[in-house]
């Protein structure tokens, strides 16, 4: 459900070559929505192939504070998700730090 306090952000990535999301899509997007006052993950959602995919990336970003940088997500999801979009991902995931750093509420 969208709330005043969260924010939806959104990064992007291009795929690699034989990807199956590549017949569908170019680039690999995370969305995630994320609380204003701590950063905090609420639920995220990214553009693989799979469903099981899709929820597995959720359940590995889901809790994980913003504040305290990207550090930490891109080294649970580099050592949690093996599959072939693994740096599409982790560009995606700087892509959206990005976005959360646009807004100057991290501090």
């Known amino acids: 459900m969208a709330s005043i306090h969260t924010y939806f952000l959104a990064g992007h990535a291009r795929l690699p070559q034989g990807m199956a999301a590549k017949s569908v899509f170019d680039t690999l997007t995370i969305t995630a929505e994320i609380d204003n006052k701590y950063g905090v993950i609420i639920e995220a959602s990214?553009?693989?192939?799979?469903?099981?995919?899709?929820?597995?990336?959720?359940?590995?970003?889901?809790?994980?504070?913003?504040?305290?940088?990207?550090?930490?997500p891109i080294r649970i999801l580099q050592n949690h998700y093996r599959g072939r979009a693994t740096n599409?991902?982790?560009?995606?995931?700087?892509?959206?730090?990005?976005?959360?750093?646009?807004?100057?509420?991290?501090?």
Not at 47 to 71: C, F, M, P, Q
Not at 88 to 107: C, G, P, R, S, W
């Open 46 to 72: 990214c553009t693989l192939a799979t469903e099981h995919g899709r929820n597995y990336v959720d359940e590995l970003l889901k809790g994980l504070s913003l504040k305290d940088g990207i550090d930490e």
């Open 88 to 107: 599409a991902l982790t560009a995606a995931l700087k892509d959206l730090f990005y976005q959360y750093e646009q807004l100057n509420i991290h501090k």
